[in-house]
């Protein structure tokens, strides 16, 4: 008999429906948009080397302890928690762990959607320029044929300079999530993922053998892997710590949340083997992607947050059926984003049903529209109010607009503390035969988890985030 799990009596169907979804939670802007541009402005391998140490030492540990959480508590992530603490009997007050996530991946998901709406920009940019050279008759020409790099990079430039634009793409993105989110979890979430995870794949594969083919694969491999260790500075660190873990989805309770619809018997330590392989493997495979494509046509790796939009529509253009290589790459991110954005949106949303009693619908609606505000806040920054430096007092946030100080603040500070937290309360915390029998690791792989967890985690996250926030006391 299917055993039903959340609080509101919605979970996944299968088990492989859960790891879909998970692994689309997982994949998204964190992987094709902000891995790039981090191994980029970091120089490469030191930083990938870095983060893939990361993701095995810190990041696999986490995850299971995440899905732990959720498995055991069956609810929403403050929820989970405090029924862990109580069969702990611990103090319940380790919940506010969860209100902590559930605020980190509240505040994402608003400046995750305004990025998503750059893509869904590309679309069309795309998509007009591949329909019209289809119907000159020459679907194989390059993208956006007769214009100059200033005229194709300039497109990121006439965006930014238009609210409204901004705005529609933004509320646009934020009204599909939002209505997928409001559809529950069997009915929305699974459906959605177990339709585009699989397309994701394909298309992913496709242009990277492309890239292989066209591009120089070569020096794109020895710069993402070839490490220069004088480059791995304390900040470097932290963004390669705060990387993982975005891209993983910890530390905002994600992973709490979706675990907490999975069904019993699932066996949770190979699920977390393989979502972190799945985001790890597609992060580096997004690395050999791009970056063949960028050194082909001799660009700059470190361009920042602008690499994907504003170089690689350059890139297209030189190659063959490059609009229709353009085309698919953007609706490759879209299709990525939407899964990730759905899991940030589910977490507050699960927080309203399971604690504040709300409809889901209710609930979906008060955090969708106030992320969408406080995106409209971050769209802004680029236009109105590009002079505003929310936290400029911050040395460190001196000099980000408002949409990396939202993006810096989540995922420098907020990450690795939610992450620092939840390796105290379940490698510290929580009892250990409630631990043994949820996971139900072997007792090597049982030792192996709990070691890294309780010493390693808490130890490693916590010099880093340190050193890396406040670099003056090295
Ligand atoms: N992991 C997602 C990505 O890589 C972002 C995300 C973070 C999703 C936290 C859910 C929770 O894009």
Same mark, same amino acid.
């Given at each position: 008999m299917a055993i039903s799990t959340s609080a509101t009596g919605d979970g996944w169907s299968s088990r492989s429906a859960f790891i879909l979804a998970a692994i689309g939670a997982a994949v998204g802007l964190g992987n094709l948009w902000r891995f790039p541009t981090l191994a980029g402005e970091s120089g490469g391998g030191a930083f990938v080397i870095f983060y893939i140490g990361c993701v095995v030492l810190l990041g696999l540990p986490l995850l299971l302890a995440e899905i732990f959480i959720g498995r055991a508590g069956q609810t929403d992530a403050v929820g989970s928690i405090r029924k862990v603490a109580t069969q702990s009997r611990v +103090? $319940?007050? !380790? +919940?506010l762990v969860g209100g902590l996530g559930a605020l980190a991946a509240f505040l994402i998901v608003s400046f995750y959607s305004v990025v998503a709406g750059w893509v869904l920009y590309y679309v069309g940019v795309f998509a007009s320029d591949f329909f019209g050279a289809l119907f000159a008759g020459e679907p194989f020409r390059g993208a956006l044929q007769g214009q100059s790099q200033e005229q194709i990079a300039g497109r990121m430039g006439d965006l930014f300079a238009n609210p409204w634009l901004l705005l529609t793409m933004h509320l646009l993105f934020m009204g599909t999530t939002l209505i997928i989110v409001a559809r =529950?979890? +069997? &009915? =929305?979430i699974e459906k959605a993922a177990t339709w585009l995870m699989p397309a994701f794949f394909v298309l992913l594969l496709g242009i990277t053998i492309y890239g292989a083919i066209v591009g120089d694969i070569g020096e794109a491999a020895a710069f993402l892997f070839t490490p220069d260790w004088s480059k791995l500075t304390p900040e470097v660190m932290n963004s390669a710590l705060g990387q993982a873990l975005f891209s993983l989805s910890l530390g905002v309770a994600g992973i709490i949340t979706y675990g907490s619809y999975i069904r019993q018997g699932t066996p949770l330590g190979s699920t977390a083997l393989a979502i972190g392989f799945a985001d790890t493997a597609v992060a580096l495979i997004a690395g050999l992607m791009i970056f063949p494509i960028v050194f082909a046509v001799g660009l700059d790796p470190a361009a920042g947050p602008t690499l994907v939009f504003q170089t690689l529509p350059f890139a297209f253009e030189s190659m063959p059926a490059g609009s229709l290589i353009g085309l698919l790459f953007f609706v490759l991110i879209l299709v990525a984003a939407i899964t990730s954005s759905i899991s940030l949106l589910e977490v507050p949303t699960a927080w309203g049903v399971g604690e504040? =009693? !709300?409809s889901r619908t209710k609930s979906s609606l008060i955090f969708g529209v106030g992320a969408f505000l406080i995106g409209i806040a971050c769209l802004l920054g680029y236009n *109105? !109010? +590009?002079? *505003? @430096? $929310?936290? &400029?007092?911050?040395s460190l946030f001196a000099e980000t607009d408002i949409l990396d100080t939202v993006d810096g603040f989540t995922g420098k500070v907020m990450l690795p503390l939610g992450a620092l937290f939840v390796s105290i309360f *379940? &490698? !510290? @915390?929580?009892d250990r035969r409630l631990l043994e029998s949820t996971t139900g690791l072997s007792p090597i792989m049982f030792t192996i988890w709990r070691f890294l967890l309780a010493w390693l985690c808490p130890l490693a996250v916590a010099i880093i985030l340190v050193t890396g926030l406040f670099p003056s006391i090295l």
């Open positions: +103090s $319940p007050a !380790w +919940s =529950g979890i +069997s &009915g =929305g504040m =009693g !709300w *109105v !109010w +590009s002079d *505003v @430096r $929310p936290l &400029g007092f911050w *379940v &490698g !510290w @915390r929580a």
